[in-house]
């Protein structure tokens, strides 16, 4: 276990130091609002953020460019669709009605991204904006504006319950890490070449990846929608990039096959927790902005000079 | 090699194989228990017969055909040779073997990543009782399967790469260069190896660049030039003379 520990700060060393002293800073500054009483509103707060941090690590981890910038225009979609079309058009409010129909678009929609990015091989970034542009454009036409409610029970998730599809998402990763696919996919982010010659489908591994990411990101888009207890078409898409940015912030490569999801993770709640602390001095959501740039830059600079110091004798 | 009559059943048959359009193709077959030495000038076609035989790259013309239970399969890709027995050992350690950021357990079991699930997920255990069968054998010298295989020395992650392909447990055992860049005492313990595995039945074809270990370890040798099988020899025949002769296209 402390070797898990030890890899984990390996991986996200400056990012977990960045956390405690943020996390302490907060403390001070923000005493009620980090009071255990409102935790569930807290994470609730941060969860789309997390979520969306999670769902842009797979096909990142994969390999060979892979990213998903349709992740944040998605969580949108799949808002629109829950609330607009699922829940007021058709009635449905059942959690086990939307819950599963919110995964199964997700996955549909990430299947279409794996397919555009591993068998018709567009360079992944071009092809997940082509999705960008098109869920952007599709939730804007099936919802003008804002407009609610949320059923009941989904707004509890951003409350009492709020850390509850987090921790189906960490259940759900902790099984995939535990599958043979999972070290398929570190192979093919570390070099692709060689999975290939050690007998792996390589397409196939890719290609469930950015159904994960899918999947992973229809669950950042229920916490959204719990979040806000709406649809908005509006809010969605400026999650793709800080969630990218949480991921570098984390420790993962974007070069494939380094990292994991809880330093993903750790990078979205960084970047939650200085949010926090900023907006405590009240700051400009110009300042924040600066401020996230100048973090993420000096995240990656340190976790380069780090791993460049703690293996010397490689090339 | 024993006498043709007691030999046992071929394994792969090499079909009118011509590695390109205006090469003259050729035929043959090897046998379990057998060690085929390939030699040739560089880039002379005998690495590209490795790699069809493998089903790498696809030749100008002919088959490759592995003995099956009940009839024989073609193998038309890599991923098909593998599922039938094959087993590939790249040339090329840096660039299309390890996974330097993964561990020397993961290095090794990543072609048989199945093998270790219990209900679907993976035991630990079972990998790591499967990778030291593999380092006993092997004398593969790594203190910690969990550290990054690039803390290995050279012939230390050529054994974890070789570890991978027998993990598979093939029929037939392709070694693109297996010795190259691996020091003098890892190379004997490879050497052992080889001689054992096809003393098991294993069919190992095996291409070098260096005469000597195609001397010390080869039952057979087929030497390449100009895309084109030009020579085989066998036992007493395959020395120093003869298969640079016949690198260089000159009669013995």
């Known amino acids: 276990m402390s070797s898990r520990l030890g890899g984990l700060f390996r991986n996200t060393g400056f990012a977990i130091i960045l956390l405690i002293v943020l996390l302490a800073v907060n403390l001070v500054l923000n005493a009620a609002r980090f009071h255990p009483a409102a935790w569930g509103a807290l994470i609730g707060l941060a969860a789309p953020l997390i979520g969306a941090a999670v769902a842009s690590a797979p096909v990142i981890l994969a390999g060979r460019g892979g990213i998903d910038i349709s992740v944040g225009p998605l969580m949108g979609f799949v808002n629109a669709m829950v609330i607009q079309v699922l829940f007021l058009k058709l009635g449905m409010s059942s959690p086990f009605l939307l819950v599963p129909a919110a995964l199964l678009i997700g996955g549909a929609v990430g299947a279409v991204n794996g397919f555009l990015a591993t068998v018709v091989r567009i360079q992944p970034i071009v092809a997940t904006l082509g999705t960008y542009l098109v869920l952007t454009g599709v939730t804007l036409t099936i919802l003008p504006a804002p407009i609610g409610p949320a059923p009941g029970w989904l707004k509890a998730m951003a409350g009492t319950w709020s850390a509850l599809p987090l921790i189906a998402l960490f259940a759900a990763w902790w099984i995939v890490r535990r599958l043979p696919y999972y070290d398929q996919l570190m192979a093919i982010g570390s070099d692709d070449r060689a999975a290939y010659t050690a007998g792996i489908d390589v397409t196939k591994v890719r290609f469930i990846a950015y159904v994960m990411t899918g999947v992973f990101a229809a669950v950042a888009g229920l916490m959204l929608t719990a979040l806000i207890g709406s649809a908005d078409p509006n809010i969605g898409q400026a999650y793709t990039l800080i969630a990218i940015a949480a991921v570098a912030l984390g420790g993962v490569s974007l070069a494939g096959g380094r990292g994991g999801l809880a330093g993903a993770a750790i990078g979205a709640i960084d970047i939650f927790l200085l949010q926090s602390v900023l907006t405590s001095f009240n700051v400009s959501t110009y300042v924040l902005q600066i401020a996230y740039g100048a973090i993420l830059v000096a995240a990656v600079i340190l976790t380069a000079v780090q791993e460049r110091s703690a293996r010397p004798e490689e090339i | ?252």
């Open chain 2, 1 to 252: 090699m024993p006498d043709r009559s007691t030999l046992p059943a071929p394994l792969l048959h090499a079909r009118d194989i011509a590695l390109r359009h205006d090469a003259q193709p050729f035929s043959q077959t090897i046998r379990p228990g057998e060690i085929v030495g390939l030699a040739g000038l560089d880039g002379h076609g005998q690495e590209r017969f490795l790699e069809v035989v493998a089903g790498l790259k696809k030749p100008a013309q002919g088959t490759i055909c592995l003995a099956g239970p009940d009839a024989e399969i073609r193998i038309g890709d890599f991923r098909k040779a593998v599922a039938n027995g094959i087993a590939y050992l790249p040339r090329d350690r840096r660039a299309t073997g390890i996974f330097p950021t993964q561990s020397v357990l993961d290095n090794f079991a990543i072609s048989t990543v199945g093998r270790d699930s219990r209900f679907g997920l993976i035991s630990a255990a079972s990998r790591l009782q499967r990778y030291q069968t593999y380092r006993d054998r092997l004398s593969i010298s790594a203190p910690r399967p969990d550290a990054a295989i690039t803390t290995l020395s050279g012939g230390n992650q050529q054994k974890v790469l070789l570890a991978r392909a027998l993990a598979l447990e093939p029929r037939l055992l392709l070694l693109n260069d297996p010795t190259r860049g691996v020091d003098v005492a890892t190379r004997h313990v490879l050497y052992d190896v080889f001689r054992g595995l096809a003393a098991e039945g294993m069919a190992l074809v095996v291409l070098s660049s260096e005469i000597e270990e195609i001397l010390l370890l080869c039952h057979r040798v087929l030497v390449f030039r100009d895309h084109a099988l030009t020579a085989e020899m066998t036992g007493a025949a395959i020395n120093t003379d003869s298969v640079i002769s016949a690198m260089f296209g000159r009669a013995a």
